[in-house]
């Protein structure tokens, strides 16, 4: 199933936005780039080639796969520094996150999200379902064992013309900015790879990628790079960075637009040449590591116990997300809902009274700019129960551990991959 812009009425969309506040933990934003893939297609970024409109650091899985494969024309990728480590739970985490089975996070250690992703992979394949990496569960992957837990890349050099600008905390303040945009290059970077900034330091030692010559870990192994250039070693930047309106500044960045860095190695991130329709939304795709080709789902089954999405065809379970929903004044509310319809990048509709569930609470209304870092992530998925959605979050560590306004809230990455697999025939059940 390809991305395509759903009918939503706008005005209706923004209403129940506001339901979903930030509460405790939400942001999201698209980055922004002036580089051109070619003079007759500008599509705000550097793709990886003519048949793949994902970002230069895209996978290329037949290169494991098929040892006779070579990687894109410009061979940035062609020649990967080996990593020194073996990291069986990364290699686990990146598969699991390939095939629809998302396990939030992946920093190569076990934990909730983790084991609901080995759980509905067990699930889908007839296992005992244990949420643990079993003999069986290890045999059933083993198709994809050749598939490395991380891969090296270049960080793209046009990222240096990005804006990236530190949220203020005060909603007021929000409400000036034109975007709710990545505060780091670092931060952009984690989420393009579904990982956190202190993970990508952990592989890049002395800022190097682990396994290269002069980093902290592991022996020199494979060419420092493959386009026959050092890697630089980062020191905290925030160049070709513009404030904000209300005078707010970048946090500094640990990494640098041309560096190679070692990165965990998610894939599914092929975005097909006229599958997005929408520019703005497939630069968010592209920002996110999210590709276009998605399986198309007739029915989703929150668990407000389990903490999970499922999605599934008929009966058989394709996808699974750990979610948060609801809280004790806000529960989820049970029962059976229909899609109604689909805002990427939507602005957000700051309400008092919506938000505290109180008409008679005071209190100005703002609207906040659109964003990764906005209350509801990058995309909000509509539901016919009034104030209620599906979206995304600044906070993906926070999925399943914090609680939200009711809504149900997942990482940006998996929200937006999720938005490719339903539509407004798709149904939607809520259950405790």
């Given at each position: ?152 890349v270049t960080i ?40 956190t900034v202190d ?160 008409e008679s609470a ?71």
């Open positions: 199933m390809s991305f395509k812009p759903r009918t939503l009425a706008l005005a209706a969309s923004l209403l129940a936005l506001s339901a979903c506040g930030s509460g405790g933990a939400d942001s999201a934003d698209q980055p922004q780039t002036d580089a051109t893939s070619t003079a007759q297609n500008d599509y705000g970024y550097e793709t990886y080639g003519d048949d793949n409109l994902a970002d230069t650091m895209a996978s290329n899985d037949e290169r494991y796969m098929n040892a006779s494969a070579t990687d894109s024309a410009d061979g940035t990728q062609s020649a990967d520094i080996p990593d020194p480590e073996d990291r069986p739970i990364m290699q686990a985490q990146v598969v699991l996150d390939r095939i629809g089975f998302g396990p939030g996070v992946i920093d190569g250690k076990m934990g909730m999200s983790t084991e609901n992703a080995l759980n509905g992979f067990q699930e889908a394949n007839d296992l005992d379902v244990t949420g643990e990496l079993d003999d069986a569960t290890k045999e059933a992957l083993a198709e994809w064992e050749r598939i490395p837990a991380t891969r090296v793209p050099a046009s990222w240096s013309d990005a804006e990236y600008t530190d949220i203020p905390e005060e909603t007021e303040a929000q409400a000036e900015l034109e975007r709710m945009g990545y505060k780091s290059l670092d931060e952009r970077l984690a989420e393009r790879f579904h990982t993970v990508l330091k952990q592989l890049n030692p002395n800022g190097r990628p682990a396994g290269a010559s002069g980093s902290a870990s592991g022996t020199a192994s494979g060419s420092p790079s493959a386009t026959g250039t050092t890697t630089p070693t980062p020191t905290p930047s925030a160049s070709s960075t513009r404030t904000a309106s209300n005078d707010t500044s970048s946090t500094e960045s640990y990494f640098t637009p041309g560096q190679q860095i070692r990165v965990p190695n998610i894939g599914n991130d092929r975005i097909a040449p006229g599958s997005i329709d929408d520019t703005s939304w497939q630069q968010t795709l592209a920002s996110l590591g999210v590709g276009s080709d998605q399986p198309e789902v007739d029915r989703i089954v929150v668990s407000k116990a389990g903490k999970t999405l499922k999605a599934y065809q008929g009966e058989k379970l394709v996808a699974l997300f750990t979610v948060s929903s609801g809280s004790r004044e806000f529960p989820l509310p049970i029962g059976e809902w229909d899609i109604v319809g689909e805002a990427y990048n939507p602005p957000f509709d700051y309400d008092p009274k919506v938000l505290q569930g109180d005071e209190g100005e209304e703002f609207t906040l700019p659109p964003g990764p870092n906005g209350p509801v992530g990058v995309v909000w998925i509509d539901l016919s129960k009034e104030h209620y959605g599906i979206h995304g979050t600044p906070d993906p560590e926070t999925i399943g551990r914090a609680q939200s306004h009711g809504c149900v809230r997942l990482t940006n990455w998996d929200a937006a991959r999720l938005a490719g697999m339903v539509s407004q025939s798709t149904e939607v059940i809520f259950e405790a």
